[in-house]
Protein backbone atom coordinates (compact mmCIF):
# COMPACT_ATOMS: atom_id res chain seq x y z
CA UNK A 1 0.00 0.00 0.00
CA UNK A 2 2.86 2.69 0.59
CA UNK A 3 4.34 0.86 -2.32
CA UNK A 4 1.48 2.19 -4.40
CA UNK A 5 1.05 5.55 -2.89
CA UNK A 6 5.04 6.22 -3.24
CA UNK A 7 4.68 5.29 -6.94
CA UNK A 8 1.48 7.37 -7.48
CA UNK A 9 3.35 10.79 -5.44
CA UNK A 10 6.28 10.19 -7.88
CA UNK A 11 4.22 9.90 -11.29
CA UNK A 12 1.82 12.84 -10.74
CA UNK A 13 5.16 15.79 -11.00
CA UNK A 14 6.87 13.57 -13.61
CA UNK A 15 3.98 14.21 -15.69
CA UNK A 16 3.42 17.30 -15.12
CA UNK A 17 7.01 18.27 -16.01
CA UNK A 18 6.27 16.30 -18.97
CA UNK A 19 3.47 18.47 -19.59
CA UNK A 20 4.93 21.60 -19.25
CA UNK A 21 8.09 20.69 -21.67
CA UNK A 22 5.37 19.29 -24.30
CA UNK A 23 3.88 22.66 -24.23
CA UNK A 24 7.09 24.70 -24.39
CA UNK A 25 8.00 22.97 -27.62
CA UNK A 26 4.75 23.15 -29.44
CA UNK A 27 4.66 27.23 -28.16
CA UNK A 28 8.60 27.09 -29.95
CA UNK A 29 7.13 25.05 -32.82
CA UNK A 30 4.17 27.87 -33.52
CA UNK A 31 4.17 28.16 -37.57
CA UNK A 32 5.72 31.47 -39.35
CA UNK A 33 3.22 33.83 -41.39
CA UNK A 34 -0.33 32.74 -39.10
CA UNK A 35 -3.26 35.33 -39.65
CA UNK A 36 -5.94 35.78 -37.46
CA UNK A 37 -9.34 35.50 -37.58
CA UNK A 38 -9.50 38.88 -38.67
CA UNK A 39 -6.98 38.50 -41.65
CA UNK A 40 -4.54 39.99 -39.93
CA UNK A 41 -0.92 39.70 -39.86
CA UNK A 42 -0.14 38.23 -36.16
CA UNK A 43 3.63 36.99 -34.91
CA UNK A 44 6.95 36.12 -36.40
CA UNK A 45 6.89 36.51 -40.36
CA UNK A 46 9.71 35.21 -42.34
CA UNK A 47 9.69 35.32 -46.25
CA UNK A 48 11.98 33.80 -48.11
CA UNK A 49 13.93 34.15 -52.05
CA UNK A 50 12.86 31.54 -54.65
CA UNK A 51 16.39 29.73 -54.18
CA UNK A 52 15.18 29.30 -50.25
CA UNK A 53 17.23 32.00 -48.76
CA UNK A 54 15.96 33.93 -46.29
CA UNK A 55 14.65 37.46 -47.28
CA UNK A 56 13.28 38.80 -44.54
CA UNK A 57 11.82 38.32 -40.67
CA UNK A 58 9.90 40.14 -38.45
CA UNK A 59 6.91 40.18 -36.49
CA UNK A 60 3.28 41.93 -36.48
CA UNK A 61 0.74 42.57 -33.65
CA UNK A 62 -2.58 43.47 -35.52
CA UNK A 63 -1.22 43.76 -39.36
CA UNK A 64 1.19 46.27 -37.78
CA UNK A 65 5.35 45.99 -37.64
CA UNK A 66 6.58 46.35 -34.26
CA UNK A 67 9.97 45.31 -32.93
CA UNK A 68 13.05 44.51 -35.44
CA UNK A 69 12.78 43.69 -39.15
CA UNK A 70 15.98 41.66 -40.99
CA UNK A 71 16.37 42.13 -44.64
CA UNK A 72 19.00 39.86 -46.26
CA UNK A 73 21.08 39.67 -49.94
CA UNK A 74 20.67 36.52 -51.81
CA UNK A 75 23.86 35.68 -49.93
CA UNK A 76 22.53 36.23 -46.45
CA UNK A 77 24.49 39.15 -45.79
CA UNK A 78 22.02 41.87 -43.84
CA UNK A 79 20.90 44.34 -46.46
CA UNK A 80 18.64 46.43 -44.13
CA UNK A 81 17.40 46.45 -40.27
CA UNK A 82 14.08 48.31 -39.79
CA UNK A 83 13.36 49.03 -35.56
CA UNK A 84 9.72 49.19 -35.47
CA UNK A 85 7.59 51.08 -32.61
CA UNK A 86 6.13 48.49 -30.17
CA UNK A 87 3.10 50.30 -30.40
CA UNK A 88 2.46 49.51 -34.39
CA UNK A 89 2.37 53.44 -35.17
CA UNK A 90 4.62 52.66 -38.14
CA UNK A 91 7.04 54.66 -37.25
CA UNK A 92 11.29 53.35 -37.54
CA UNK A 93 14.25 53.68 -37.71
CA UNK A 94 16.24 51.92 -40.52
CA UNK A 95 19.96 51.24 -41.72
CA UNK A 96 20.63 50.13 -45.18
CA UNK A 97 24.07 47.62 -45.96
CA UNK A 98 26.05 47.74 -49.13
CA UNK A 99 27.06 43.97 -49.91
CA UNK A 100 30.33 44.91 -48.04
CA UNK A 101 28.60 45.58 -44.84
CA UNK A 102 29.31 49.06 -44.46
CA UNK A 103 26.10 51.61 -43.77
CA UNK A 104 24.83 52.73 -47.05
CA UNK A 105 22.03 54.51 -45.40
CA UNK A 106 20.18 55.72 -42.30
CA UNK A 107 16.89 57.35 -41.31
CA UNK A 108 13.79 57.39 -40.22
CA UNK A 109 9.84 56.40 -41.94
CA UNK A 110 6.13 56.84 -40.80
CA UNK A 111 4.45 54.43 -42.51
CA UNK A 112 6.85 52.99 -45.38
CA UNK A 113 7.63 56.84 -45.70
CA UNK A 114 11.06 58.48 -45.14
CA UNK A 115 10.78 61.40 -42.57
CA UNK A 116 13.33 63.67 -41.24
CA UNK A 117 16.71 63.49 -41.88
CA UNK A 118 18.64 60.64 -43.25
CA UNK A 119 22.14 60.16 -44.39
CA UNK A 120 23.66 58.64 -47.11
CA UNK A 121 27.25 56.38 -47.50
CA UNK A 122 29.84 55.99 -49.75
CA UNK A 123 30.89 51.67 -49.82
CA UNK A 124 33.78 52.75 -48.34
CA UNK A 125 32.01 54.12 -45.36
CA UNK A 126 32.14 57.90 -46.22
CA UNK A 127 29.13 60.28 -46.08
CA UNK A 128 28.21 61.53 -49.32
CA UNK A 129 24.99 63.38 -49.08
CA UNK A 130 22.05 64.64 -46.41
CA UNK A 131 18.54 64.51 -47.10
CA UNK A 132 15.46 65.87 -45.22
CA UNK A 133 12.10 64.81 -45.56
CA UNK A 134 8.52 65.22 -44.65
CA UNK A 135 5.54 62.71 -45.52
CA UNK A 136 8.10 61.07 -47.71
CA UNK A 137 8.82 64.10 -49.75
CA UNK A 138 12.30 66.09 -49.87
CA UNK A 139 12.00 69.43 -47.96
CA UNK A 140 14.72 72.43 -47.17
CA UNK A 141 18.42 72.00 -47.64
CA UNK A 142 20.03 68.81 -49.37
CA UNK A 143 23.83 68.45 -49.16
CA UNK A 144 26.68 66.33 -51.15
CA UNK A 145 30.33 65.95 -49.99
CA UNK A 146 33.39 64.88 -51.15
CA UNK A 147 35.25 61.77 -49.78
CA UNK A 148 36.79 64.52 -47.11
CA UNK A 149 33.92 66.01 -46.05
CA UNK A 150 34.07 69.22 -48.22
CA UNK A 151 30.26 70.09 -49.04
CA UNK A 152 30.12 69.75 -53.01
CA UNK A 153 27.26 70.63 -53.60
CA UNK A 154 23.58 72.50 -52.07
CA UNK A 155 20.23 72.39 -53.36
CA UNK A 156 16.76 73.18 -51.69
CA UNK A 157 13.65 71.79 -52.19
CA UNK A 158 9.38 72.35 -51.75
CA UNK A 159 7.48 69.03 -51.80
CA UNK A 160 10.43 67.34 -53.47
CA UNK A 161 10.51 69.72 -56.07
CA UNK A 162 13.97 71.79 -56.77
CA UNK A 163 13.44 75.57 -55.80
CA UNK A 164 15.35 78.56 -54.83
CA UNK A 165 19.20 78.38 -55.19
CA UNK A 166 21.59 75.73 -56.42
CA UNK A 167 25.52 75.85 -55.14
CA UNK A 168 28.44 73.74 -56.31
CA UNK A 169 32.07 73.96 -54.99
CA UNK A 170 35.37 72.31 -55.65
CA UNK A 171 36.85 70.16 -52.89
CA UNK A 172 38.85 72.98 -51.92
CA UNK A 173 35.76 74.91 -50.97
CA UNK A 174 36.18 77.51 -53.84
CA UNK A 175 32.75 78.45 -55.51
CA UNK A 176 31.95 76.45 -59.10
CA UNK A 177 28.58 77.40 -59.79
CA UNK A 178 25.56 79.14 -58.48
CA UNK A 179 22.18 79.10 -60.15
CA UNK A 180 18.38 79.05 -59.42
CA UNK A 181 15.23 76.69 -59.72
CA UNK A 182 11.72 77.24 -59.72
CA UNK A 183 9.74 74.51 -59.55
CA UNK A 184 12.09 72.38 -60.71
CA UNK A 185 13.81 74.19 -63.44
CA UNK A 186 16.42 76.25 -64.11
CA UNK A 187 15.36 79.80 -63.68
CA UNK A 188 17.51 83.13 -63.39
CA UNK A 189 21.27 83.71 -63.18
CA UNK A 190 23.46 81.44 -63.23
CA UNK A 191 27.29 81.80 -62.88
CA UNK A 192 29.67 79.40 -63.07
CA UNK A 193 33.33 79.75 -61.71
CA UNK A 194 37.17 78.19 -62.95
CA UNK A 195 39.39 76.50 -60.02
CA UNK A 196 41.04 79.98 -58.75
CA UNK A 197 37.36 81.77 -58.61
CA UNK A 198 37.64 83.90 -61.58
CA UNK A 199 34.64 83.93 -63.83
CA UNK A 200 34.02 81.00 -66.71
CA UNK A 201 30.09 81.69 -67.43
CA UNK A 202 27.38 83.82 -67.12
CA UNK A 203 23.87 83.61 -68.23
CA UNK A 204 20.34 83.24 -67.45
CA UNK A 205 17.68 80.89 -67.57
CA UNK A 206 14.00 80.92 -68.62
CA UNK A 207 12.29 78.19 -67.24
CA UNK A 208 14.54 75.70 -67.71
CA UNK A 209 16.13 77.50 -71.55
CA UNK A 210 18.87 79.37 -71.68
CA UNK A 211 17.79 83.11 -72.49
CA UNK A 212 19.33 86.29 -73.59
CA UNK A 213 23.09 86.71 -73.82
CA UNK A 214 25.57 84.26 -72.13
CA UNK A 215 28.98 85.15 -71.55
CA UNK A 216 32.20 82.96 -71.68
CA UNK A 217 35.59 83.98 -70.22
CA UNK A 218 38.73 82.72 -70.41
CA UNK A 219 41.38 83.58 -67.42
CA UNK A 220 38.51 85.71 -66.32
CA UNK A 221 37.88 88.12 -69.55
CA UNK A 222 34.65 87.70 -71.78
CA UNK A 223 35.61 85.37 -74.81
CA UNK A 224 32.22 84.89 -76.25
CA UNK A 225 29.03 86.31 -76.52
CA UNK A 226 25.80 83.68 -77.26
CA UNK A 227 22.36 85.08 -77.40
CA UNK A 228 19.38 82.79 -77.27
CA UNK A 229 15.36 83.40 -76.98
CA UNK A 230 14.13 80.38 -74.64
CA UNK A 231 16.60 78.01 -75.81
CA UNK A 232 17.18 78.74 -79.38
CA UNK A 233 20.32 80.06 -79.70
CA UNK A 234 20.48 83.21 -82.09
CA UNK A 235 23.80 84.54 -82.39
CA UNK A 236 27.70 84.13 -81.52
CA UNK A 237 30.29 86.72 -81.45
CA UNK A 238 33.65 86.41 -80.53
CA UNK A 239 35.02 89.55 -78.15
CA UNK A 240 38.36 91.50 -79.62
Not at 105 to 116: D, P, R, S, W
Amino acid sequence: MEFRLTLRMMKKPLFISLFLSLMALVSWAQPDNQVDAQGRKQGVWKKYFSDGGLRYEGSFKDDKEVGTFKFYYPDGTIAAIKMYSDIGDGRCQAEMYHTNGLKSAEGAYIEQLKEGDWKYYTQDGKLVSEEFYENGQLQGQARDFYPDGQVAEIRHYTDGVLQGEWKQFYEDGEKKLKAFYEDGLLHGLMESYDFDGTIATKGRYHKGRKDGIWVIYEAGLPKIKETYDKGDLLSTEEFE
